[in-house]
C-alpha cells in the first residue's frame, strides 16, 4: 500500500525508492491503468465540493474558456498559491472552507486545488506523502492532475506553485481523507536515508 510502485516519478524496489525529475509530456497513463473511467477524478466528494456554486464560479473567475487544460491547471495552481494563506489548520479540510477562509495548511491547499481543477473539468486527485525541505522530511500533501496535452498525469503542489512537482516529493498514498488517515501511523516512524543525490 505505501510507496508503491507507479506512475510520475517514484519507483519503489528491493528496499529502495529512487525519484526521478517528472518529464512532459508523461506517457505512463494514469493512477487506475489503462481504460479507468477518468470521471471518478471529476466527481464532488464531502471535501472536494467541486460542484457547489461558489466553487465553480471561482473556477470560472480564475481560467478563461479558451485555456488549454495546462494553462487552467497552472492558472489555478497560481492563484491559490498566492491567495491562501499558509499556516496550519486543525480541521478536517474543506475545499470550501477553505475557499471561503483563504487560510490552509497543504491538507486545504489540496483539495482546494482538486475541487477547482475538477470544476474547470480536469481530472483531479489528492495525494499525500512526505516532502525534503530544508534537510528534514514533512507530511505533505499535494495533487495529480489529468492533463491529455501533456500525455496524462502530472503531479501539482500549490503550497509551492509547481507543476510538476519536484523531486522532493515521496507519495505514500492517494485518495481522499480515509486514504491518508493510512499514513497517520507512519508519522514520526519513518526512516529515510538519502543514498545518492544528483543535479
Request: aromatic content about 8%; proline content about 6%.
Amino acid at each position: 500500500m505505501f510507496m508503491e510502485s507507479g506512475i510520475l516519478q517514484q519507483v519503489y524496489r528491493s528496499g529502495v525508492l529512487t525519484i526521478r525529475r517528472e518529464t512532459l509530456p508523461n506517457p505512463r497513463g494514469h493512477p487506475g491503468g489503462a481504460g479507468e473511467d477518468l470521471s471518478v477524478y471529476l466527481r464532488p466528494t464531502p471535501f472536494i465540493q467541486s460542484d457547489h456554486p461558489k466553487i465553480k464560479q471561482k473556477s470560472m473567475e480564475i481560467v478563461s474558456p479558451g485555456d488549454t487544460e495546462g494553462v487552467k491547471a497552472e492558472k489555478i495552481i497560481a492563484w491559490i498559491h498566492k491567495s491562501i494563506e499558509k499556516r496550519p489548520v486543525l480541521s478536517v479540510p474543506s475545499a470550501l472552507e477553505t475557499l471561503d477562509n483563504r487560510v490552509g495548511d497543504c491538507n486545504e491547499h489540496a483539495v482546494l486545488l482538486a475541487a477547482l481543477t475538477r470544476a474547470a473539468g480536469i481530472p483531479s486527485e489528492v495525494e499525500a506523502g512526505l516532502v525534503y525541505l530544508r534537510g528534514r522530511f514533512y507530511y505533505h500533501a499535494w495533487n495529480i492532475l489529468f492533463l491529455k496535452e501533456k500525455g496524462g498525469w502530472v503531479t501539482a503542489d500549490s503550497v509551492f506553485g509547481q507543476m510538476p512537482a519536484d523531486v522532493t516529493h515521496i507519495r505514500f498514498v492517494r485518495g481522499g481523507a480515509d486514504r491518508q488517515l493510512d499514513l497517520a501511523g507512519l508519522i514520526g516512524k519513518v526512516k529515510l536515508e538519502i543514498l545518492e543525490m544528483t543535479r
